[in-house]
């Protein structure tokens, strides 16, 4: 069988859970979409299941395979629905549902409903993405309540910029937020994982109604593009591996690979790894970009291709034909390999594809 493959650490996974409660004083929805960002939400949410306040995700195809497979739990959808007749299965699904537009609100007015639907109103407090103008939020979450038909409304918005430790628009957001919501007293939901943990002055912990929304946090990568202390504490869920296949011994001044990216400046030892970008490792990482084989470091050498990548063993006289190769995990850090791409953890995680997925800790 091909050795590349992605193991899941559930342990992991549920300390970092702990870690955004713990940090936060609030209670967390864990953001399971886009298949837990690439980690498999189904185990990911059974991972979490007696502890977790509720999920999120993106869309009702997300919550239906998480229901289909008996979690129980609150489930969130990020988005609401995108058509009216979503409501029907939302209803019987028993599924909370962001309201962001006003046609959404339209639609609960017409729906026959079943229960009491729980809505999570959002704000475009400055993001100007998605979300109600603080005008008219007041009037929308009045309107809500005149339609009989929803039970809890929680107060929602989501920042910009929260990534950006040095940039004032957090706090402008979070003003424009209290000031457009006075005189609304609900619960609230304003952060992601980066305004977990790189604002925490601005969210007193008395706050222990509120409601957090954790993502890439919960699989231990940082969102920040600098070193943080509390970021510092997440521990890697995913360990992206795989195998030398095969070895080359390269005089000085020999290509590697397709559009000879890489020249042998002196002898060289090249490994073939079992990787490529149709796994989801990034094409444009450059040579210089860490791995760890058999437990020490080295880097990527040429150009990323489909199946298969290269490394330097000049430095690793041990290494050879089936050493271990770790791309990301607990010593090479996505987050570092996302930079040397130019992009970022979420989108690597994102993009994994073909490997198997396999939890040691069940
Ligand atoms: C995806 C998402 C999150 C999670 O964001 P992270 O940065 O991964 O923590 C939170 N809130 C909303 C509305 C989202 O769409």
Redesign the pocket.
């Known amino acids: 069988m091909r050795p590349a493959r992605a193991l899941i650490d559930l342990n992991a996974l549920r300390a970092n859970y702990r870690l955004a409660r713990e940090v936060s004083g609030a209670r967390a929805?864990a953001?399971v979409?886009?298949d837990a960002?690439g980690h498999g939400a189904v185990r990911c949410a059974q991972a979490l299941h007696d502890e977790v306040d509720g999920f999120?995700v993106?869309c009702i195809e997300e919550a239906m395979e998480l229901r289909a497979a008996a979690i129980a739990a609150p489930i969130l959808l990020?988005?609401g629905f995108f058509e009216t007749d979503e409501l029907g299965l939302i209803d019987q699904l028993d599924l909370w549902c962001?309201v962001h537009s006003l046609w959404q609100i339209e639609a609960i007015e017409r729906a026959a409903l079943q229960r009491p639907l729980t809505v999570w109103l959002?704000m475009d407090s400055g993001m100007h993405r998605v979300g109600l103008h603080p005008a008219d939020y007041p009037a929308a979450y009045r309107r809500l309540q005149a339609t009989g038909k929803v039970g809890k409304i929680v107060l929602?918005s989501?920042f910009a910029r929260?990534?950006e430790l040095d940039s004032p628009r957090s706090n402008e957001q979070l003003a424009a937020f209290e000031q457009a919501r006075q005189g609304l007293s609900a619960e609230v939901?304003l952060?992601?994982?980066?305004?977990?943990l790189g604002w925490p002055e601005l969210f007193p912990q008395q706050q222990s109604s509120d409601w957090v929304?954790?993502?890439?946090?919960?699989?231990g990568a940082t969102?920040f593009e600098q070193p943080q202390a509390l970021a510092a504490r997440l521990q890697p869920v995913m360990t992206l591996e795989s195998k030398i296949i095969s070895v080359r011994e390269l005089p000085a001044g020999e290509p590697v690979g397709y559009g000879a990216r890489f020249i042998s400046e002196r002898p060289t030892r090249v490994g073939v790894v079992a990787m490529g970008y149709a796994d989801g490792y990034p094409r444009h990482a450059p040579t210089g970009t860490p791995v760890l084989i058999d437990g020490q470091a080295s880097r990527l050498i040429g150009r990323v291709s489909m199946d298969m990548l290269t490394v330097d063993l000049s430095d690793l006289p041990q290494a050879g034909l089936g050493s271990r190769v770790e791309l990301w995990g607990k010593h090479v850090l996505a987050s570092d390999v996302a930079a040397q791409a130019g992009t970022i953890p979420?989108q690597i995680f994102c993009n994994l594809r073909r490997v198997p997925l396999i939890y040691p800790h069940g």
């Not at 952060?191 to 977990?196: D, E, F, G, L, V």
């Not at 929304?213 to 699989?219: C, D, E, F, N, T």
């Open positions: 929805l953001v979409k886009a960002y999120a993106a990020l988005e962001v959002k929602m989501h929260a990534d939901s952060r992601n994982s980066p305004a977990i929304r954790p993502g890439i946090m919960l699989y969102p979420y």
